[in-house]
């Protein structure tokens, strides 16, 4: 399994923008779908984006698209979210999460076996 490790999240006013990152280590990131999950307080764990090993292909939820951009680099071992136009219901934890398959177009939690400790976002109004 990786080890990930996501960071870049803070406090950003309404319409503002953040760049998550999650680095892997101890494993074949290449070979792995990435995704990134979110949890507001209360609420249980939802998908927001993933992206596939080579970064070919990508999923995002409906509530982000247009607003998010997931992408690899993986030279670098890295996966990011690019997050803008932030509304307060983006409020969360930000867990990145790796699957080990080339691509899977799931968007469910326990399809992805390797979890980061997550990044709190954090959006006033």
């Known amino acids: 399994q990786v080890q990930l490790v996501e960071s870049g999240g803070g406090l950003v006013q309404a319409g503002g923008s953040l760049r998550l990152s999650c680095a892997a280590s101890?494993?074949?990131?290449?070979?792995?779908?990435m995704g990134w999950f979110r949890q507001a307080p209360g609420k249980e764990r939802e998908f927001v984006a993933s992206?596939?090993?080579?970064?070919?292909?990508?999923r995002y939820a409906e509530s982000v698209k247009g607003r998010f951009t997931i992408s690899r680099d993986n030279a670098k071992n890295t996966v990011y979210l690019q997050t803008n136009s932030l509304q307060p219901e983006d409020t969360a934890v930000y867990y990145c999460?790796?699957?080990?398959?080339?691509?899977?177009?799931?968007?469910?939690?326990?399809?992805?076996?390797?979890w980061g400790q997550g990044t709190q976002v954090t959006v006033s109004s």
């Open positions: 999460a790796a699957a080990s398959m080339r691509w899977t177009s799931t968007n469910r939690a326990p399809d992805f076996n390797s």
């Open positions: 101890g494993g074949t990131f290449s070979r792995h779908t």
């Open positions: 992206i596939s090993s080579g970064g070919g292909a990508t």
